[in-house]
């Protein structure tokens, strides 16, 4: 069974720094794509960054120059860099990844971690 497991939320004031890490654990063959979404109370879960397996990054308009995202696909791992954070980061940050289960089989399947919360203080 595949699990996302991410770290590293909490809590910072306006201005400062957090780093988010998630890892895929479990039987798969590879990673497609490892992403950050967040979701504030009471709006739609959004994109924050993507990190394909040729390490090709895009990042939401509202994050540029502030977040940084960076995968190692050694450990299965991606992180997220967030400085500068403003209260409207404020949000429960989900890792994303698309996995392709086995070698045989080019199916791929979407998964989610349990979120991470991460509340900016103004």
């Known amino acids: 069974q595949v699990q996302l497991v991410e770290s590293g939320g909490g809590l910072v004031q306006f201005g400062g720094s957090l780093r988010l890490s998630c890892a895929a654990s479990?039987?798969?063959?590879?990673?497609?794509?490892m992403a950050w979404y967040r979701q504030a109370p009471g709006k739609q879960r959004e994109l924050v960054a993507t990190?394909?397996?040729?390490?090709?990054?895009n990042y939401a308009d509202s994050v540029k120059g502030r977040f940084t995202i960076s995968r190692d696909n050694a450990k299965n791992t991606v992180d997220l860099q967030m400085n500068s954070l403003k209260p409207d980061d404020t949000a429960v940050y989900y890792c994303?990844?698309?996995?392709?289960?086995?070698?045989?089989?080019?199916?791929?399947?979407?998964?989610w971690g349990q979120g991470t919360q991460v509340t900016v203080s103004s």
């Open positions: 994303y990844a698309i996995l392709r289960l086995s070698a045989q089989r080019t199916n791929q399947y979407q998964y």
């Open positions: 479990g039987s798969f063959f590879s990673i497609n794509l």
């Open positions: 990190i394909i397996s040729d390490g090709k990054i």
